[in-house]
């Protein structure tokens, strides 16, 4: 299995810019989360997806950010217009249904420095 | 609402000797615990996980813990640190609900000295 896919892995920004992220998940998975990781604040939990639909977007850091699941092999995460605060590195992962507790798969990320 | 607590962002070994990081959880509910590895510039691998079964849990690359229900605790220890070890190290808590979704401490960073 190829595990999660992020893209890109890096990416550098001026303030002011577009930023989307992308993530295939794992076939055959129905949960999908995104993950924001920075010195400061260490690894939050942005948004969460099962099955293609946002189930708690609580820890979107504010209006700029939109996540969006148009199936169930690819997501997308988007800042706009990004700051400089923005700068972290962003992950993806998903896990199969079922019983809780399962295994949640990560990828390895997108580092976006935003200047 | 559940939180995790990992004492010590920074933990230095010697390589042979015992490595030790704890995690204390707290949970309304019966808790699901992670723990997770992240080597440098890279994303978070699954090290073991404590799913209400064996108490004493092992893991890869010789890891295990222990839940301690009585002491609220999911210490992950190795017998024998390798240099390979110094990684930064994530507990983690899912209460189990629909979602599974997680919950981490801050982490543990692990230096491993010659």
């Known amino acids: 299995d190829a595990g999660v896919i992020q893209s890109p892995r890096h990416e550098v920004t001026e303030m002011g810019q577009e930023v989307t992220l992308r993530c295939k998940p794992i076939?055959?998975?129905?949960?999908l989360f995104w993950y924001r990781q920075t010195m400061m604040r260490g690894l939050e939990l942005l948004i969460y997806?099962?099955?293609?639909?946002?189930?708690?977007d609580s820890g979107m850091p504010e209006d700029r950010f939109s996540a969006k699941m148009p199936n169930a092999s690819f997501s997308t995460l988007k800042i706009q217009p990004s700051e400089p605060r923005d700068s972290a590195v962003y992950f993806c992962?998903?896990?199969?249904?079922?019983?809780?507790?399962?295994?949640?798969?990560f990828g390895e990320g997108s580092w976006l420095t935003v200047v | 609402a559940q939180s995790v607590t990992q004492l010590g962002s920074h933990v230095s070994v010697s390589e042979g000797a015992l490595v030790l990081l704890r995690c204390n959880y707290s949970s309304s509910v019966p808790p699901y615990l992670f723990w997770y590895v992240q080597y440098p510039n890279q994303g978070l691998q699954l090290l073991l996980k404590y799913t209400s079964a064996a108490t004493l849990v092992k893991g890869i690359n010789g890891f295990e813990a222990e839940f301690k229900k009585s002491e609220t605790s999911f210490h992950l220890t190795k017998p024998s640190a390798h240099m390979s070890d110094a990684a930064e190290y994530f507990c983690a808590v899912s209460k189990g609900a629909a979602g599974n979704k997680l919950t981490f401490g801050g982490g543990t960073r692990v230096l491993v000295k010659p």
């Open positions: 992962a998903s896990s199969p249904q079922g019983a809780s507790g399962n295994t949640i798969y």
């Open positions: 076939s055959g998975h129905d949960y």
């Open positions: 997806f099962n099955n293609n639909v946002p189930i708690d």
